[in-house]
């Protein structure tokens, strides 16, 4: 496989295809973090907005962190 990815030009040598891999794989990790993220935040929003999960104002938040 890395003799085909030179071969074709993408890369001048070994280091370098498995350096793009390593790239590539670190991309595809990032996007995967941020679909879970995203996927729970809408689960949360829609909890809240079914009114599943208590809300708080941002005054009873500083009122419970200063007791």
């Known amino acids: 496989m890395i003799k085909r990815i030179i071969d ?4 001048g040598n070994q280091t370098e295809v498995i ?8 991309r595809m990790l990032e996007e ?4 879970l993220v995203h996927r729970a935040v809408t689960v949360e929003v829609s909890e809240i907005e ?8 941002f005054d009873e938040i500083k009122k419970l962190l200063k007791s």
């Open 8 to 11: 074709k030009g993408y890369a």
């Open 19 to 26: 350096r793009q891999a390593i790239l590539a794989y670190e």
């Open 32 to 35: 995967e973090e941020l679909m």
């Open 50 to 57: 079914a009114e599943k999960t208590p809300t708080h104002s």
